[in-house]
C-alpha cells in the first residue's frame, strides 16, 4: 500500500467519525469529489477544523511523527487543498511525504 | 497602632483558644505575650516602619504572631508558604526584601538580612512610609509571565475586621501568602474564633482536623470539594460539627455544587470572592446551590463594564511593583474576570485570560468542564484552549476518568462529545479529549489550564 491509499484509508475512518456524528438524513459520501469547504459544501466551519484535527491525529499517530495540515501556509495556497476529499488527500499525501521527524 | 483593636480583643478572650497547631492549643493570652517577643526580636534585628521583609512561615502560632508583629511596626511584609520555595529568590529581588524569616513547621525562627539590589525605593513603599503604615505585598499566581506583585495598605486590609463577626472554630486551608488564606486568619481572630491548622492539605488531613477540633467553617476550593468527594472517605468522617463552606479563587460546577448539597445537608455553602489585588469582599449567596452571589456593602463598588467586573474599593491594592496599572482611568479596578449580571446578582464565568475564543464565540473553559463531569465516567475535566489556523483557537479537554473506566482515547473522546451536545454549542464541544491519569492541581488547589507541553 502506497502512501497516498494508506492516507486515504486513514481519512475514510475519520470521516466516518464525523459521519457517526451528524443526524441520518445528513450523511456525506466519502467520494472524491465530496466538497469540504465552499457553498457546496455541508459542512460547517467547526465540523471542517474537527475533521481536519482528527485526520492530523490519525496521521501523526500513524506515520509516528507530527503532521500538520491546517497552517498558514496551506490556507494560503492558491488551490485550496481542502477543496474536496480528493484534494485534501493529495495535499496530505505531500505533506507526509516531505515531513521530517522534529 | 494598626493592630491595637485586634490586642484589645485578644485580651477580651485571652482564656480562649486562639490556634491550635499540630494538635496543640495555643490561647490568645499566649498569642499577646508571643507578638510581644516577636516585638522585642524584630527590634534587636533592626526591622523597623517600611522594611521589606520575608516571612515564610504556614500559620504555626509563632507564624501568626511574627506576622502581627510585622504589622504592628509598620513593615512591609512578603509572606510566603513553603511551596514558593523554589520561587523564593525571584520573589525577593521583585519586592525588594532586606530582612528574611523563616519559621520551620517545628517552630524553629532564623533571621537573616538580605542584599536588596534595588538603587531607588519603590514609590509605593514611599508612599506607604510617608504615612506610616504597614504593607503586604502579594504575588498573584498568573497562569502565564511573571508573577505580578500586588502590594496592599495593610491598614486598609484590617479595616473590614473592626466588626468583629461570629467567633466559629475554623480550618486553615488557603495559604499563608493567599489572600483567602490572610483573610480567614485575620477574620477568625478579630472575631475571637479558633483557627485550626490541619497537618498538611491532603483530603484525610482536613477531614480529621474537621473531627478532631469540631471545626465550623471551612473555607476552601472548588478543586479541594471535588477531590473530597472522590475520595468517599469523607463518610468516615464525624463532620457534625461543619456548619459552613465557602468556596472561591475559581467557578464551582454547578453539579458538584448540587451533589454536595445532597452528601452534605446540614451544611451552608457560601460562595467568596476576592483577589489578591482587592482583597476578599463580603458575599451573599443566593442559596446553597446557587451560584449567584451578591457582591459588595462596606463601601465596595461594582460594576460590569464589557462583561467584566470591576471593583471599587478601600480595601484594593496600591499597584503592582512591576507591572502596568490595571485600574480605569477613572480609578476603578479591573478584575478580569467575565461575569453575568442578574438584578444584583453576579455569576462568574471564569478569567478573561482563561477564555478561548473560538472563530469569535468566547468559550469559558469551567462551563465545558462542569458538563464533561456530569459524565459517570468521568473524575475530573480540564479544559484549555490550543491554538489553530482556522478557528484562532480550539477548544481542547484532559480527562482523568474514574478507576475501573478503560476507554481508548477515541472512545473517550466520541463519548465526551456526544455527551456535550446535549449542553453545549459546537463551538464549545471539545475536538481534542485526551486522558490524562495524572489530571491535578497546584498548590493553590486550583486547575491548571495549559496544554500539555
Redesign the interface.
Known amino acids: 500500500m502506497n502512501s497516498s491509499e494508506k492516507i486515504t484509508e486513514i481519512f475514510a475512518a475519520v470521516f466516518q467519525d464525523l459521519n457517526d456524528e451528524r443526524p441520518e438524513e445528513q450523511q456525506l459520501d466519502f467520494d472524491p469529489g465530496t466538497p469540504l469547504v465552499g457553498s457546496r459544501s455541508s459542512l460547517d466551519s467547526i465540523e471542517m477544523v474537527t475533521l481536519l484535527v482528527n485526520l492530523e491525529t490519525s496521521l501523526s499517530e500513524s506515520f509516528g511523527r507530527p503532521i500538520r495540515l491546517s497552517d498558514e501556509k496551506a490556507m494560503s495556497e492558491t488551490r485550496s487543498p481542502f477543496k474536496n476529499v480528493a484534494t485534501l488527500v493529495a495535499f496530505a499525501t505531500k505533506v507526509v511525504e516531505t515531513s521530517t521527524d522534529d | 497602632m494598626p493592630t491595637r483593636f485586634l490586642q484589645e480583643r485578644f485580651r477580651q478572650v485571652s482564656d480562649n483558644d486562639a490556634i491550635v497547631w499540630q494538635g496543640q492549643s495555643f490561647s490568645y493570652a499566649w498569642l499577646l505575650d508571643a507578638i510581644g517577643q516577636w516585638d522585642t526580636r524584630l527590634s534587636e534585628q533592626a526591622v523597623h516602619a517600611g522594611t521589606a521583609t520575608t516571612l515564610v512561615a504556614d500559620f504555626s502560632p509563632h507564624g501568626v504572631a511574627a506576622l502581627l508583629a510585622l504589622i504592628q511596626r509598620g513593615a512591609i511584609i512578603v509572606p510566603m508558604s513553603e511551596s514558593l520555595r523554589n520561587k523564593r529568590h525571584t520573589y525577593e529581588q521583585l519586592a525588594r526584601c532586606e530582612v528574611a524569616i523563616e519559621i520551620t513547621r517545628d517552630e524553629s525562627i532564623s533571621i537573616h538580612k538580605l542584599h536588596s539590589t534595588a538603587a531607588t525605593e519603590h514609590p509605593l513603599y514611599a508612599k506607604l512610609k510617608s504615612v506610616s503604615h504597614p504593607g503586604l505585598v502579594l504575588f498573584s499566581s498568573g497562569s502565564t509571565g511573571e508573577p505580578k506583585a500586588a502590594v496592599h495598605d495593610f491598614t486598609r486590609l484590617l479595616d473590614k475586621f473592626r466588626i468583629a463577626g461570629r467567633p466559629l472554630r475554623t480550618l486553615a486551608f488557603l495559604l499563608f501568602d493567599h489572600i483567602g488564606g490572610l483573610n480567614t486568619i485575620l477574620h477568625t481572630l478579630g472575631s475571637g474564633g479558633c483557627v485550626v491548622v490541619p497537618s498538611n492539605r491532603s483530603a484525610e488531613a482536613v477531614l480529621s482536623a474537621i473531627q478532631d477540633f469540631a471545626v465550623q467553617l471551612l473555607p476552601t476550593s472548588p478543586t479541594f470539594l471535588k477531590l473530597l468527594l472522590m475520595r468517599s472517605a469523607w463518610q468516615e468522617y464525624d463532620l457534625r460539627s461543619l456548619q459552613m463552606i465557602t468556596y472561591g479563587t475559581e467557578p464551582m460546577s454547578p453539579h458538584i455544587l448540587a451533589v454536595l448539597n445532597e452528601k452534605l445537608p446540614h451544611v451552608q455553602f457560601k460562595q467568596t470572592y476576592g483577589l489578591s489585588e482587592v482583597g476578599i469582599l463580603r458575599s451573599k449567596s443566593k442559596d446553597s446551590s446557587s451560584l449567584w452571589m451578591k457582591l459588595g456593602g462596606d463601601g465596595v463598588e461594582t460594576r460590569v463594564v464589557d462583561n467584566v467586573l470591576q471593583i471599587k474599593s478601600h480595601s484594593t491594592m496600591l499597584g503592582y511593583l512591576n507591572a502596568a496599572s490595571p485600574f480605569s482611568d477613572d480609578g476603578w479596578f479591573i478584575t478580569g474576570d467575565a461575569v453575568q449580571v442578574d438584578g444584583e446578582y453576579f455569576k462568574v464565568l471564569g478569567r478573561g485570560g482563561e477564555i478561548i475564543n473560538?472563530?469569535g464565540e468566547k468559550v469559558y473553559p469551567a462551563e465545558v468542564e462542569a458538563v464533561i463531569e456530569m459524565m459517570p465516567q468521568v473524575d475530573t475535566a480540564t479544559v484549555y484552549g490550543e491554538d489553530?489556523?482556522?478557528?484562532g483557537m480550539?477548544v481542547c479537554a484532559r480527562v482523568k476518568l474514574v478507576v475501573g473506566h478503560e476507554p481508548s482515547a477515541?472512545e473517550l473522546t466520541?463519548a465526551v462529545?456526544?455527551h456535550c451536545?446535549h449542553h453545549l454549542t459546537?463551538?464549545q464541544i471539545p475536538?481534542?479529549v485526551t486522558i490524562d491519569p495524572h489530571l491535578s492541581h497546584d498548590e493553590r488547589f486550583k486547575k491548571q489550564r495549559r496544554p500539555q507541553s
Open positions: 473560538v472563530g489553530n489556523a482556522i478557528m480550539i477515541k466520541q462529545r456526544r451536545r459546537a463551538k475536538i481534542r
